[in-house]
């Protein structure tokens, strides 16, 4: 019985996911550069040394020192370079082989304080409209890459692309149209920019799509563990998703349909996507025995600790407070992020992950 | 200049609405009962011991232990009492007095495992729809009275209630109208059932009512920080609020009037609001300095670390990559919660606060 919310994470699911997509990018001899950022476990980094991979894509400059402390050597921080922590960059490029964004045309100036040699790569937004410079800009993209190399110690890398507006897909074909879009601007960019190299994000795309002719490096992060989100965009099996949180159950009420889990937006984030019936939904509850893998209902509010799960009809009969039920969450990066350690499915161990 | 998303909290600003709510739970002869799951910081419950305030709450058994630790011997676990709890409960109860929430009668039975006396409370549900027993049902309220007072080692304590729809009302109007149909019932309840002792939450309510005539205890939390919730809401000032996060300006992009700050989901939590033109909010974005305290725009969407703030016009001319803006967060709490620690605002000292 847990006493709290637990994270569990199923290795040979996990394992398996790794192989798929590490499998996929090989056969079509492109460098797979997988995002830690969802996991940030030097655990579950080793398994995908492995998988002999090599290199690793992270989002802050914490999950870059956790990770070069761990043995990897060749990280990419894939985030707009930030002109505050030059100093830093500058230590961590003593160590390990970095990476930064140009997301922003201004910062080239920071990078001379940078003394030892890191990649740069531009970052360009093809619309999903976060960071990165317009992809339509190509004046300003050529004259950034002639600006990059009049600087002697850095070396210009190439593109790097998030294609995050999948996340908010209405179904696969949309996912296919934004891919498409991007694989044709690939084509164009590479021959006005000398066949420079392109990265490329996302983890609907990577798991969905078959085509990356214009792409030479992939670094998706979500597809280590997926869930519920990526689930219901249909990117992932369920059988897929190696992730689940053990909620302790503390109320039930029947004539509500509801019940109440120890297990809220602290442990969930407020991450949710939209039921059919236009209401969010924050997590799928099911039973936690793996042998009777019912569907209980869905978590449809989240306070700072407590969870509303709204339960399918008749099930509130066979709940009572005590018991303990399983819920995939919508996001995975962000429950990850939020656990201090997860548990192994099978054996109960405990699988460390960077600290805060 | 700092270098990563940091919480500052201005220690005037805390004190004096830790002043404002105890003058007005004074006045009306009311047990002031906190809620510290806002600022989860032993320094913080100092300020409040400062003002001699000697009763918390809390929504976890960690934080109970926490505070516990840190001197404060009469806690209230504000959360549905946990069966898989009932050892670490019983041991809590042997350092301080404790008090729990009955939220489901069929948790009665797991109250005789606890030996060293506790006090129940029994939580109702007057309309969240969260946790609690229905307010219409009163038999079963007065059979559970009756059933917890069978037990000879704990006591009943009174009703517990949180009238936490008043985060979702649409203005302050429908914040008293919650608030007068909850006060009609507590006289009922009262008649019905011997004068019992009423415990009842939430920020909007005791900031903005005057009259608590039927309720015995008042136990608010968010009041210590506020935030743009509240503020919108109308239940506090701007001035009132405590808490806001520096965050490092990464790109601009004055073609879209947006600008990319490090500062992302795994700081200020998914939590939104919605603006008047139906689009969510994540937080109000101003310039830090002090003396030149300007809004530039507003939070617009959150990844993991990424904000895209959406400047208001002409805004993005004066901004740029290397600046530091201050954010106002959507929801304190969430905010605290995955803090580390936090700065106080003026000295620039670390505010220590309770560990994952």
């Known amino acids: 019985m847990i006493k709290e919310p637990t994270v569990y994470i199923n290795e040979s699911i996990v394992r398996k996911n790794i ?22 476990s030097a655990v ?18 914490s999950m870059a020192w956790y990770f070069a402390k761990n ?20 230590w961590l490029a003593s160590k390990i082989k970095l990476e930064l964004f140009l997301s922003d045309v201004s910062v080239i100036q920071y990078f001379k304080k940078i003394i030892n040699p890191v990649n740069i790569r531009i970052e360009i937004n093809t ?38 507006e999948t996340y908010h897909a209405q179904d696969t074909k949309q996912i296919k149209t934004i891919h498409y879009r991007n694989m044709e601007y690939f084509q164009k960019l590479k021959l006005l920019t000398g066949n420079v190299n392109i990265s490329y994000g996302d983890t609907p795309s990577i798991s969905l799509m078959e085509d990356f002719q214009y792409i030479d490096e992939l670094r998706p992060g979500n597809f280590v563990f997926y ?37 809220g937006a602290v442990h969930f984030s407020k991450e949710s996507i939209m039921a059919s019936d236009g209401y969010p939904v924050f997590g799928l509850v099911t039973r936690n025995s793996e042998a009777n893998n019912t ?62």
Chains 1, 2 share one sequence.
């Open 19 to 40: 192989r798929t997509i590490h499998k996929k990018i090989k056969q079509q001899n492109k460098q797979f550069r997988p995002h830690f950022k969802t996991h940030q």
């Open 44 to 61: 579950i980094g080793k398994w995908f040394k492995a998988e002999n991979v090599k290199f690793c894509a992270v989002s802050s400059l």
């Open 71 to 90: 043995g990897w050597n060749d990280i990419m921080l894939a985030f707009p370079m930030n002109p505050a922590l030059c100093e830093d960059y500058e």
């Open 127 to 164: 619309g999903q409209n976060r960071s990165g410079l317009n992809m339509e800009d190509i004046d300003l993209i050529q004259k950034t890459i002639s600006e990059i190399k009049k600087n002697t110690i850095h070396r210009f890398s190439g593109f790097a692309v998030h294609a995050g």
């Open 227 to 263: 869930d519920w989100m990526q689930n219901q965009l249909g990117t992932c099996l369920r059988d897929d998703i190696a992730i689940y949180v053990k909620c302790p159950v503390v109320a039930v009420y029947p004539e509500r349909n509801e019940a109440i889990i120890h297990g």
């Open 295 to 356: 569907d209980l209902g869905y978590l449809k509010s989240l306070s700072q600790e407590h969870g509303v799960v709204k339960l399918y009809p008749g099930v509130g009969r066979n709940l009572k407070a005590g018991d303990t039920v399983s819920v995939i969450p919508v996001h995975s990066c962000l429950v990850a992020d939020m656990a201090t350690h997860y548990l192994e499915a099978s054996s109960g161990q405990v699988i460390e992950k960077m600290k805060k």
